[in-house]
């Protein structure tokens, strides 16, 4: 599977960008996707994910409130659209995905496929 995320950029602080991931699967309504995000110096972590059935979304303590995570499964893509953005949020964003469900959804070990990430620049 193939991942290509875009919508990154340089943003003031409160902007609200949003991403988007396409992948090139024949079974996305199936897959787990997620978005991670690593600053300079950082371990990846977990941002948002969306389950496959239900569309049922997760999100991080620190952007709970701020972000929204979706998806289109006619069209591939899952969106993450980012509101009241700070600093701190100042990462590259990667999209990730994996088979069906796992409880584990947090882990970046949990993925088999990413994307190449894209660059978020939160000017103050």
């Known amino acids: 599977v193939q991942l290509q995320a875009s919508g990154g950029g340089l943003v003031q602080a409160g902007g609200s960008p949003r991403l988007s991931c396409t992948a090139n699967?024949?079974?996305?309504?199936?897959?787990?996707m997620s978005w991670f995000r690593q600053a300079p110096g950082k371990e990846r972590e977990f941002v948002a994910a969306?389950?496959?059935?239900?569309?049922?979304?997760y999100y991080a303590d620190s952007v709970k409130g701020r972000f929204s995570m979706s998806r289109d499964n006619a069209k591939n893509t899952v969106f993450l659209q980012m509101n009241s953005l700070k600093p701190e949020d100042t990462a590259v964003y990667y999209c990730?995905?994996?088979?069906?469900?796992?409880?584990?959804?947090?882990?970046?070990?949990?993925?088999?496929?990413w994307g190449q990430g894209t660059l978020v620049t939160v000017s103050s």
């Open positions: 699967s024949r079974t996305f309504s199936t897959n787990t």
């Open positions: 990730a995905a994996r088979i069906r469900w796992n409880v584990q959804y947090w882990s970046p070990a949990q993925y088999e496929n």
């Open positions: 969306i389950r496959p059935e239900l569309g049922r979304t």
